[in-house]
């Protein structure tokens, strides 16, 4: 059990870890991402349905973001609320085709960052870890192809609890799941908005500068975590 000091010069008995996914852990691949929509617009484009690139892709974002609130319980219904939004008539061989072709491309468009593996090596002989994320449904997928599940005792995805991060509620399960206490715990993201959640039900805070929306949805964007590093590789300088 490590003992910190955090700036605020607090004694800081650490047993755990939560920390986020996106950007933190791993990043989308831009290029990526872009083919992959041009895939689905290609498709589209196949059944008669004119769609562009930029609306698709704004539809997408949508849907991915109420996904994550866990509005949708599958991906059939998934394509079919997104094609409503199209304005496109919901025909199960199309579904089908957009159903295949994100299987074969889900997993091509994240990337760990080059030393999160050895970071949760490290981290995972000293403390329990809980990976916690907001996510879209398929998240999972994803993360056991990269190699993490082994690292956490308990994986909490905001499309499987349908709530996000900063809902108290979302790090209230994480902390029952591994069976620790707030004031035994640091939550570890890029995001703000995350580290005002966790401050909120009393764990310590940890911000890795190094995602692009560090301050996106926050309330205060002047908020001062207990600890921050510009990468991943740093944070084993505090835990």
């Known amino acids: 059990m490590k ?12 047993k755990g870890v939560l920390i986020d996914f ?9 290029e990526a991402h872009r083919r992959y929509v041009e895939g689905l ?12 690139l930029k ?3 704004s539809l997408l974002d949508k849907a991915y973001f109420n996904s994550s609130k866990g509005e949708t319980k599958d991906f059939l219904e998934f394509w079919e609320l997104l094609l409503r939004d199209l304005q496109v008539p919901r025909e199960p061989a199309l579904i089908g085709e957009l159903e295949e072709f994100r299987n074969r491309h889900l997993i091509s468009m994240f990337r760990l960052y080059e030393e999160a593996i050895p970071v949760l090596s490290a981290l995972r002989k000293k403390y329990k870890l809980a990976l916690v994320s907001n996510c879209a449904i398929g998240l999972s997928e994803v993360i056991r192809a990269l ?12 499309y499987e609890l349908r709530v996000r991060k900063p809902d108290r509620r979302i790090y209230l399960e994480a902390l029952r799941r591994i069976n620790l206490e707030p004031n ?8 703000i908005s995350d580290l005002e959640g966790a401050r909120e039900v009393g764990l310590k805070t940890l911000l890795v500068r ?19 590093c ?8 505090f835990l």
Do not use: M, W
């Open 184 to 191: 035994e715990c640091v939550f570890v993201s890029d995001e």
């Open 3 to 14: 003992v910190l000091r955090s700036q605020r010069s607090e004694r800081v008995d650490l």
């Open 55 to 57: 609306d698709l892709d």
């Open 210 to 228: 190094q995602g692009s929306h560090t301050t996106h949805e926050a309330k205060d964007p002047n908020f001062k975590p207990d600890f921050q």
């Open 41 to 52: 617009v290609s498709i589209l484009r196949r059944y008669g349905y004119q769609k562009n």
């Open 22 to 30: 996106g950007d933190t852990v791993a990043f989308a691949d831009e």
């Open 230 to 237: 510009n990468d991943l590789s740093e944070i084993t300088r």
């Open 147 to 158: 190699g993490l599940t082994s690292f956490f005792e308990c994986i909490v995805l905001s």
